[in-house]
């Protein structure tokens, strides 16, 4: 196809075949070479779309039809979830979704030259509402407060929703009795054009094994109008509620949540079960929100990391600790770093709540702590690492090839940084061993987690 022409016209409707879903989610159909993308679209199936949008590189539309449906498609009755892109993959059978996860980190290795076997992705038995976690919008509807979610490409608009299907299902139904209080109290709502008003959003952090409930109230202004009073009441009306916290989160920050954090009623964090270990959870800790399969992933990596009890370990990316402490029986020291300092100091406090004697968490950047270990004469035997989803630097796998440990475990929740990272490390020396492990820690979704396990190729 030529650069200066596109085949597609907007508002125009067209049909075509799948040929492809992507990482992301979207399924591709071609017209002429040129590339449109579609959502609630599987491979192999015959649409008629309309042209939404177009670029030079690919095109997007909205399915009008489906002509011929994939043996896969189901109808899940829960089309919401698609607008409001919390389960792009609501309508495909699970057994599918996994296989198609398996295919497309398959695919991504393959982009970047490297010829690995990836192995059937492991699932879940339910793979409905898990989520330990939710951030919700707030904003009044022919007033009256409403949750819910922003309508994708329309920002100022909240769809009311109360059945987020990915969501432990008690967090839902928390989410609504803390609306309807703060309903209720007539709080005011920021608002993005008039620059006044303080809430924003609603935060939910429930324990799987603990049931011990966390609400976070996320605000534009440093107080929240008859905050000791909303707090009163929240604490009646939550069954399990322990911490009452008000996020202070000026809409300049564009996050979620900040680190501002103030607690309104009960402790300054919840505590949960990863493997036996007690971990303590505050507002802005890193905790997988999938705990279920958290705890199938971290003892696959330690399975597949083949960890010994003469070992030597490095957690990088260690968060508040849950890697390191949940191999920390399994090997003789683990020694964590981690740039922020507030994980490091729930990194300790888990540490000291669960006796463990052979872990250490530190504050600093992973390459020059990495650098200084070295300099300081320390062999690891296995370093591993999880990064957000941005993957790691160069300078992070620099330091791993320089320190040369035995085996060196990398989990990530984005397979496409992953074989990215995995072909600058073969290219430094390293090889796969093994196979490649997708984990769905997020069904539904189109997300994948992935585990896979470098060795020098000269020790």
């Known amino acids: 196809m030529s650069n200066t022409v596109i085949p597609v016209k907007l508002g125009e409707q067209y049909e075509g075949t799948v040929v492809d879903v992507l990482y992301t ?3 591709v159909i071609m017209v002429d070479d ?11 199936e015959k649409i008629r779309f309309e042209v939404t949008q177009v670029n030079r590189k690919f095109g997007r539309a909205k399915v009008v039809e ?10 899940s009755g829960k089309d919401y979830l698609l607008e409001a892109g919390i389960a792009p993959y609501v309508n495909l059978a699970y057994d599918a979704q996994l296989r198609l996860k398996q295919q497309q980190v398959q695919k991504l290795y393959k982009a970047v030259g490297i010829d690995v076997d990836v192995a059937p992705t492991i699932g879940m038995d339910n793979p409905t509402h898990y989520r330990n976690k939710t951030v919700v919008p707030v904003k009044y509807v022919d007033g009256k ?9 329309t920002p100022g608009d909240i769809v009311p929703l109360d059945d987020y299907f990915v969501n432990d299902e008690k967090i839902d139904q928390i989410i609504g009795i803390v609306r309807d209080i703060l309903d209720a109290h007539k709080v005011s709502v920021f608002d993005d054009d008039t620059q006044e008003g303080e809430m924003r959003y609603i935060m939910v952090r429930r324990g799987y094994y603990s049931h011990e409930v966390m609400v976070v109230l996320v605000t534009q202004t440093p107080t929240l109008t008859d905050e000791d009073a909303i707090a009163t009441d929240i604490a009646a009306a939550v069954a399990g509620i322990k911490s009452i916290i008000l996020n202070h989160n000026p809409r300049s920050l564009h996050v979620l949540t900040s680190g501002d954090n103030r607690t309104l009623w009960g402790a300054d964090a919840i505590h949960d079960k990863l493997l036996d270990i007690d971990f303590e959870i505050g507002p802005n800790s890193f905790y997988q929100v999938n705990p279920q399969t958290t705890e199938v992933l971290y003892d696959m990596a330690a399975t597949k990391g083949e960890l ?4 030597t370990v490095i957690d990088a990316y260690s968060g508040i600790g849950t890697i390191g402490l949940t191999v920390a029986d399994r090997v003789d020291k683990v020694l964590g770093v981690e740039v922020i300092e507030r994980a490091v100091i729930d990194a300790q406090k888990n540490v000291a709540n669960n006796n463990v004697q052979n872990a250490e968490f530190v504050t ?3 390459p020059e ?16 690492v999880d990064p957000p989803r941005r993957g790691l630097t160069e300078e992070l796998l620099d330091a791993v090839a320089d320190m040369n440990p035995d085996r060196f475990v990398y989990v990530s929740c984005n397979p496409e940084t992953m074989a990215r990272d995995a072909r600058y490390l073969i290219d430094k ?3 796969i061993k093994g196979d490649i492990q997708p984990l769905d820690q997020f069904p539904q979704t189109a997300h994948v987690e992935a585990v896979a396990v470098f060795e020098p190729i000269e020790k």
């Open 308 to 311: 010994k009890e003469s070992d």
């Open 369 to 384: 702590q990495m650098q200084k270990w070295k300099d300081g004469g320390l062999k690891p035997d296995v370093i591993f």
């Open 66 to 75: 489906i002509e011929v449906a994939s043996p896969d498609r189901v109808d």
């Open 25 to 27: 989610g979207v399924g």
């Open 34 to 44: 040129y590339p449109i993308h579609l959502e609630n679209a599987f491979e192999g």
């Open 364 to 366: 600093a950047d992973a």
């Open 429 to 431: 020396g390293f090889r």
């Open 145 to 153: 407060l409403t949750t819910g979610f922003i309508k994708k490409r």
